[in-house]
């Protein structure tokens, strides 16, 4: 074990040796010397350090500075070494991200230097998929317990492996959640007793433990799968080979590598560090043989594949390209930012609304955000969207406190008006506000929108009323700009024509109806 500085205990003891000797003579009855000499670190040469992988402090709180995060005897720190001293070797520290879910893997970020990225539980071989696709230079390692990985995450595992995704996966297998006290995971062996399985596993009852990689290599993707155990030495230097291979496979741009790792958790298996280890070998090895499950070269694709076109997100998105696309109007925005929401049932357009608006911002050279929200009953169930229009960057596009509400029923009207904040608009698809409801310091502004738009030929275009009406109300945006985002979006002329007239109509609604007596708020926005 090394110390902080770097230098082995070996080190010191061998180049004590003639210091001790001497010290031995003089205390003849003990077979320790009085005193060890201080060695200065500066006289050796380390022999063995600390991986420059790992960062050189590890930070914790005061009164747990002086232990890592993993219990004594955890196989978590092993793994680390194992991998560091790959990374270190292949010399990708600068081009390697480091995905980490929940469990005690989580901890990793606290000691890896390189690119960290923490995901939801189960979630990591999808964000790494995400992230390697995007940079497909980086070598990108996905870092799993067997709950996280085989539990809650066994759709993501097994799609990125079937895909062939060119990330490695490295999967702790403990046989039990340990981050969380010790309830059964999916790996948990047949009469092993968990907090979960007091009575020890029983295949009637939980069924029988996954074995994961033997799983993952009925697959025809993965490259490299193989099973090691952090039992004894042997092992661990098998281990260490099997990390390294999995990951220049990686850096060789071969497609998906999985290296499973029997681990110990001494703490929840109730167990000493040295027990632990021989469990794993008595108890674990026999269930989940160590093997290498595939070894090859990625085989050409029978398929002939074409390459995907190379478009411009926008393009894709059918988004006009902001500095090409930015129109510039006349008003100005008067505002900093604009929070909007707008709910109703589905199949009113309210979605819709919320795209049409977040759109015309993006032209206006606004910063955006559109966040919907519904249910499993699409249609016709309750649905609203978040909008915000900003000058800035967003923080979050959760919009809990609306400046202004599009509610198009009375239902949103109760649910969501009283989150307007005080000086905010409402706007109201109703003939009047009902007689027990009122806001204080709020506008509420109920307009027929529905019926506006069944005149003009479609109440499919209340929610264009609305936009129109809302325009016209804030100021927020130009109806200029609404014009051009109808005519991009809008493919059939006779709706367009309809939608055009909606525009205009719920505009003409708050000049000319609702704003009589109406207060307006001193700079459109407060
Ligand atoms: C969505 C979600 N569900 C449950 C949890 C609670 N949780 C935290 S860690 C954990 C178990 C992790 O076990 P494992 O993946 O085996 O990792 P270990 O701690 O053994 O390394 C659970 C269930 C959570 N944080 N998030
Ligand atoms: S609970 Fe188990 S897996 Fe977690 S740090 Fe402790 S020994 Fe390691």
Redesign the pocket.
Known sequence: MANESGISLLDIKVKLEPELEKQLETHPETSLPAAIPVANPSEYEPTHSKSPLFYDLYERKSELKNQTHYCPGCG?GVVHKLIAEALQDLGVQDKTIFVS?????VFAYYYFDVGNVQV???RAPASASAIKRSCPDKIVISY??????A??GTAEIVHAANRGEKITVFF?N?G?????GG?M?PTTMVGERSTTSPWGRRPSNEGFPLHMAELLATLEAPVYIERVALSDNKNIMKARRAVRKALERQRDGAGFSFVEILSP?PT?WNKDPIEARRWIADKMIPAFPLNVFRDHQPAPLAVKETDPPQRSVADVLGIKQASAGITHVNHGHRFKDVKIKIAGFGGQGVLLLGQLLIEMGMREGLEVSWLPSYGPEMRSGSAHCHVCLSKERIGSPLVSHPDVLVAMNEFSLRKFGREVVSGGVILYNGETVPADFSVPDVEIVAMPAAEIADRLGSTKATNIVMMGALLEETECLSPRTALSVLEDKVKKLDLLEIDRRALHAGRLFIDEQAHIGAVSQPDGFA
């Open positions: 978590h879910p929940v469990g005690c893997s939801a539980h189960g799993q317990g067997d709950g996280d990985l539990a809650i702790v403990n039990i959640y340990g981050m969380t309830q995971a958790c929840i």
